[in-house]
Nanobody, 125 residues
């Protein structure tokens, strides 16, 4: 059974920073993508960032590009999301996800096979 465990959420003032972590356990993967999505109250889940761990390729939503940085450790099946210059509109539950097929459709929630429980990020203005 694969499990994804997120950590690092919390409350921060606008302009501040947070770093999220997500570690996968339960099996190994030869090629996979790990992504971050977020969901604010009353809104649909939206793509934030993703990384194809074996290739090192990274992808970002326009709303976070230049402020957020995704990185990862392929050996540990772990991905991080460094969030800088946070805004009130970044407030949401952030979810980590893993696509074991490494489909390349990194911004589509339906391709991800495993999801974490989510971690709350609240940015006060």
């Amino acid at each position: 059974q694969v499990q994804l465990v997120e950590s690092g959420g919390g409350l921060v003032q606008a302009g501040g920073s947070l770093r999220l972590s997500c570690a996968a356990s339960g099996r190994t993967f030869s090629s996979y993508t790990m992504g971050w999505f977020r969901q604010a109250p009353g809104k649909e889940r939206e793509f934030v960032a993703a990384m194809r761990l074996r290739l090192g390729s990274t992808y970002y939503a326009d709303s976070v590009r230049g402020r957020f940085t995704i990185s990862g450790d392929n050996a540990k099946i772990t991905v991080y999301l460094q969030m800088n210059s946070l805004k009130a509109e970044d407030t949401a539950i952030y979810y980590c996800a893993l696509d074991r097929g490494d489909t390349g459709r990194y911004n589509q929630p339906y391709v991800y096979d495993y999801w974490g429980q989510g971690t709350q990020v609240t940015v006060s203005s």
